[in-house]
């Protein structure tokens, strides 16, 4: 096993898995040039990487003992131990670099079976694309014991961002959770009110400028809410629980009128009309983060 190879100074490496994803880590890898092994079930997805100087294994035992360094992206973590128990033997002294997406008790319990086969892991997220891959754009978090993450670091980095979030194997898989949150509220958010406007005649483009700033507005109150939420106080500074349940309930008088699906508007006017009932009706509308510490009622 090559710690360095002589003629690039950089760590030989694998990559396990060729969909979208792993073929641009792979690709990213070979930009940096990183000696790069390359395997999947379907070999044609690898011949363009070969093409580009990637070593092509025949098999998967081949691929993990390329080099110290292996990462695996495949569609779930089942995936995962169906590739590498049949060669877990050989995965002893390498480094694991997981960037499946999947939970974080799929994470935990990965990372179990990875260190009772002698190997170190590292858990990840990929927090892009994968044409961002390789550039300023792309962020990946990582999780595991901080020697690995240090001794691999500059190989990762060919990724994109490197960010290093705990110990705790399972925290990329929750931050990777907690932005999709954010994503896809946002997103019902703009496709709700595009829909209310489209009942009047009026195209979602005509709305998208509009919808553009109100999310940037809404970003730069983020930081402020964050400090809220860690200190448990709630001061209100753009406008209060009670000021917002009222529009609230003027969106969802007009997705009613105009006969379109209520129940986004619904669950919002729910959690805030929670949070009045609990003495948040004066406090900013970060309050209403403690409806969401605890399951519905």
């Known amino acids: 096993m090559r710690d360095l190879d002589t003629d690039t100074g950089r760590v030989p490496l694998s990559v396990l898995g060729l969909g979208l994803m792993g073929q641009a880590l792979a690709a990213a890898f070979l930009g ?11 070999r044609a997805k690898a011949e363009p990487l070969a093409a580009q100087g990637a070593q ?3 098999t998967v035992r081949d691929a993990v003992t390329a080099g110290p360094l292996v990462v695996i992206c495949v569609s779930d973590y ?17 480094t694991l670099v997981n960037l499946t997406s999947g939970t974080s008790q799929a994470a935990r319990e990965t990372a179990q079976w990875v260190t009772h086969q002698g190997a170190v892991y590292l858990d990840g ?10 550039t300023a754009n792309a962020t990946v978090l990582y999780s595991g014991p901080t020697t690995a993450f240090d001794r691999h670091q500059q190989a990762l980095s060919s990724l994109g961002s490197s960010v290093y979030v705990g110990a705790d194997h399972g925290l ?7 932005a999709l ?59 209060t629980v009670n000021t917002n349940l009222t529009g609230m309930k003027h969106l969802l008088h007009e997705s009613h009128a105009a006969d379109i699906n209520t129940e986004l508007p619904q669950l919002l006017t729910t959690l805030a009309e929670r949070a009045v009932a609990k003495g948040h009706g004066n406090n900013s509308y970060a309050a209403i983060t403690e409806q969401l510490r605890h399951p519905s009622p």
């Open 32 to 42: 940096r040039g990183h000696p790069t092994t390359v395997w999947n079930r379907t």
């Open 181 to 239: 949150s954010l994503v896809w509220s946002t997103l019902n958010g703009f496709l709700h009110g595009a829909a209310l406007l489209g009942k009047a005649g009026i195209p979602a483009t005509a709305f998208a400028r509009l919808a553009k700033t109100g999310i940037e507005t809404v970003a730069d109150w983020v930081p402020g809410y964050a400090q809220q939420i860690d200190d448990g106080t709630y001061p209100a500074t753009e406008s």
């Open 78 to 94: 089942d995936t995962v131990r169906d590739i590498l128990e049949p060669v877990s033997r050989d995965l002893s002294g390498r």
């Open 172 to 178: 990329p898989s929750l931050f990777d959770a907690a």
């Open 56 to 58: 092509l294994a025949w």
């Open 125 to 134: 997220a990929i927090m892009a694309v994968p044409p961002a891959i390789g």
